[in-house]
């Protein structure tokens, strides 16, 4: 026989469940709906975007960013590094 407390942990996790399966199915339907109603609408000349940064221009930022992020934590690598890590 399942005990009272166990009844209600039981009920409480099923009802938490059955919460979150409506709001998720919710949430997709929602999202779903938002794509479809966009990919209908046709693509204007001044919607269309240049990409911000060029294929170079991002190679030469991601390079810089490593720079300064070695350079930022270089003490904390090389004590970590002697310390055989």
């Known amino acids: 026989m399942i005990s009272v407390l ?9 009802l938490g469940c059955i919460f979150t399966g409506i709001v998720v199915f919710e949430q997709r339907r929602s999202i779903y709906t938002s794509i479809s109603a966009t990919k209908s609408e046709p693509i204007s000349q001044s919607q269309m975007r240049e990409p911000i940064f060029g294929m170079k221009s991002r190679s030469e930022f991601a390079h810089l960013w490593n720079k300064a992020v070695d350079r930022t934590f270089q003490k904390a690598i090389e004590s970590v590094t002697s310390s055989g890590w």
């Not at 166990?6 to 099923?14: I, M, N, S, T, V």
């Open 6 to 14: 166990a009844q209600e942990r039981l009920l409480g996790a099923a």
